[in-house]
């Protein structure tokens, strides 16, 4: 005859292959059974049955704490999308469409200023002014050497190119000014959300992995506990047929 033992939940008799001592079960699930039951102790008897339920009842609170930690990611994830309300600026559309007359005058001027079409046609407009005062094409020279006249409109040049350049450099600061504010307001938003989901991929690969390889294992514990039982059923079925005969 098949040993017996007590179950502790039901107090009812069961053969020991139709359940577990204990001592046999993973810390976390003895720990749940003592609980509802303080008398219990490591070599307590509890049957498939009632360990099923135990089992189940595991499952469901490693889900729904899974649950429960993917919605506060993805709640706090919600709340930074909701929160920033700051939207991309495009630096160069705004500075244009700000643009006055004189400032694009001044960035024209720069601009020209800082080509090889200026530097060219300034050499020949002064090789030409000079050559004009040097050699005797003319009867009368209009500014003979040291070409006083020239070197006047060279100083009204400079005097009035350099401020028309330094408004362009201004509003070069400017931009990279906004420029900045722009990618700081950007990098803070993308910082906020990668921070966010580096927490989810960690809960995904520290808790919600391992959980599953957890479940895994009680499952198959609980297919082996089934076949355990059919054959102890296939073992007795012969005895009972020659009782029976």
């Not at 200026?118 to 500014?143: A, E, G, R, T």
């Not at 992995?209 to 076949?227: D, F, R």
């Amino acid at each position: 005859m098949a040993k017996t033992a007590v179950c502790i939940v039901d107090q009812q008799r069961y053969q020991v292959v139709d359940g577990m001592r204990l001592e046999e079960l993973e810390t976390s699930l003895r720990q749940m059974i003592m609980k509802d039951f303080p008398q219990a102790h490591n070599s307590s008897f509890i049957c498939s049955e009632h360990l099923v339920h135990y089992r189940l009842a595991k499952m469901d609170a490693m889900i729904e704490n899974d649950y429960h930690q993917n919605d506060k990611v993805n709640a706090q994830l919600s709340k930074i999308l909701a929160n920033n309300t700051y939207q991309v600026v495009d630096v160069n559309n705004e500075l244009e469409s700000s643009l006055t007359f004189g400032q694009r005058v001044a960035d024209g001027v720069a601009r020209f200023g800082g080509s090889w079409a200026f530097i060219i046609s300034f050499v020949v407009v002064m090789l030409v002014w000079m050559l004009l005062n040097v050699l005797p094409i003319f009867s009368h020279h209009f500014d003979p050497y040291p070409f006083i006249l020239l070197n006047l409109f060279l100083s009204m040049v400079a005097a009035i190119q350099a401020p028309l350049i330094m408004m362009s450099q201004n509003r070069a600061a400017e931009y990279d000014r906004l420029q900045a504010a722009n990618d700081f307001k950007v990098n803070s938003m993308s910082e906020e959300e990668i921070r966010v989901l580096h927490s989810k991929v960690d809960h995904l690969i520290q808790q919600d992995e391992p959980n599953m390889l957890e479940i895994q294992k009680m499952q198959t514990q609980m297919l082996g506990e089934i076949q355990a039982q059919v054959n102890e059923l296939r073992r007795l079925q012969p005895k009972r047929r020659r009782n029976q005969i």
